[in-house]
């Protein structure tokens, strides 16, 4: 079955600009996480949603960051007045249950996102 | 709080040899502890997971590992490397109750032919 999609795969954008990055999760899966990984580094946590809710925003670094999911499928990370420090993977994961420590999460592809 | 380390950057083997990639972790009650695998210029697979029970887990691509609870270990290990195994590889654990999964720097593995 499909997987985790994102789109798009790379956005290049000038310092300022606003961006919006999307991600749809395996159909039917309840929870979806937002990451960020910055080269030579492992994953860092961003927001998770249950549904359609946001549950867990503790990851996102300041206001500039947003993140919804208004159907409980589809979500969209935006990020405005983009900054270079602002530059890195950003990964969107999916997994079947609700709040389930135990839940696999399977990742998208990410999407490369350069901050000129 | 939860914080994973893996000792080792980077770890070279030869194919057809035994294989080990270190993982250990802190976390606040039981571990849930899952190994992810990042190959080149594509998303992160899931490899297996240790929820309870048996602490030898078996996983894709003939990987195991096994959790060690006195010394908060889950070394992911391959009894036969092959060279398409070069790749980096996460171990990231996650608390009872925690919402999100909590990486390391990784290592990365290259398997020499």
């Known amino acids: 079955g499909a997987g985790v999609s994102q789109s798009p795969r790379y956005k290049v954008t000038k310092r300022g600009q606003d961006v919006a990055l999307r991600c749809d999760p395996i159909?039917?899966?309840?929870?979806l996480y937002w990451y960020r990984q910055a080269l030579g580094q492992g994953p860092e946590f961003l927001t998770y949603?249950?549904?359609?809710?946001?549950?867990?925003k503790s990851g996102l670094p300041n206001d500039r960051f947003s993140a919804e999911r208004p159907e409980g499928s589809i979500s969209t990370l935006t990020i405005q007045r983009t900054e270079q420090r602002d530059s890195a993977m950003y990964r969107c994961?999916?997994?079947?249950?609700?709040?389930?420590?135990?839940?696999?999460?399977?990742f998208g592809p990410g999407t490369r996102l350069t901050v000129l | 709080a939860q914080s994973v380390a893996q000792p080792e950057d980077q770890v070279n083997v030869a194919e057809g040899n035994p294989l080990t990639v270190k993982c250990t972790y802190s976390?606040?009650?039981?571990?849930?502890l899952f190994w992810y695998v990042q190959y080149p210029n594509r998303g992160l697979q899931f490899l297996l997971k240790y929820i309870t029970g048996d602490n030898l887990v078996k996983g894709s691509y003939g990987f195991e590992a096994e959790f060690n609870k006195s010394q908060t270990s889950f070394h992911l290990k391959k009894p036969s490397a092959l060279v398409s195994d070069s790749a980096l590889y996460f171990c990231?654990?996650?608390?009872?109750?925690?919402?999100?999964?909590?990486f390391g720097t990784g290592t990365r593995l290259t398997v020499i032919p």
């Open positions: 994961a999916s997994s079947l249950g609700s709040s389930a420590s135990t839940d696999t999460q399977y």
């Open positions: 976390v606040s009650g039981n571990p849930y």
């Open positions: 159909s039917g899966h309840v929870s």
């Open positions: 949603f249950n549904y359609e809710a946001q549950q867990d």
């Open positions: 990231a654990p996650r608390g009872p109750g925690a919402n999100n999964l909590f």
